[in-house]
């Protein structure tokens, strides 16, 4: 049947003109979702570091607070320094005694050189934290004695590695 319903040759260039359309239309669409997730990883990438910057503005308050508080005590802050070490720093005016760094078995990262002894005012300890590909959570808690005999701890996720 030629011209009639199934002129396969019509049905043919009908199909491929469908196909080419399909095949713009999913090129267009991966260009699209390419840029959308390029903005998504800039949006995150935004947000991280302006959290890195509230954290560090925080712990620079506390420092600041513990220098002008009546009672010498410890301040702290962690330096990423390579690889998976780390330093904590003791910025306050007392020193920390037998101090450890600490997480939960569950959050999957890994410690080496976690206890770390008395940090002085102003001194730094090294210590490792290794991730996993189960690590999710890096907030490590620094536990120490002051001066006076009481027990203290502090929360804080690890610096990000830059």
């Given at each position: ?25 999913a ?43 009546p ?44 206890k ?19 690590t ?21 996720p ?5």
């Amino acid at each position: 049947m030629v011209g009639g319903m199934w002129d396969w040759a019509a049905w043919q260039g009908i199909g491929t003109v469908v196909s080419a359309a399909v095949a713009i239309w999913a090129l267009l669409a991966a260009r699209g979702s390419g840029r959308a997730a390029k903005e998504a990883t800039s949006a995150a990438n935004r947000t991280a570091t302006a959290l890195e910057r509230l954290v560090v503005a925080t712990e620079a308050g506390a420092i600041a607070q513990a220098r002008e508080a009546p009672t010498r005590g410890a301040a702290w802050r962690i330096e990423w320094l390579s690889g998976e070490a780390y330093l904590l720093h003791n910025d306050g005016g007392g020193t920390a005694a037998n101090t450890i760094v600490e997480v939960d078995q569950t959050q999957h990262l890994v410690l080496r050189n976690a206890k770390v002894g008395d940090v002085g005012p102003g001194d730094a300890r090294r210590f490792l934290a290794i991730q996993t590909m189960a690590t999710r959570d890096t907030t490590v808690t620094i536990r120490w004695t002051d001066e006076n005999g009481q027990e203290h701890t502090w929360d804080r996720p690890l610096p990000p590695k830059r």
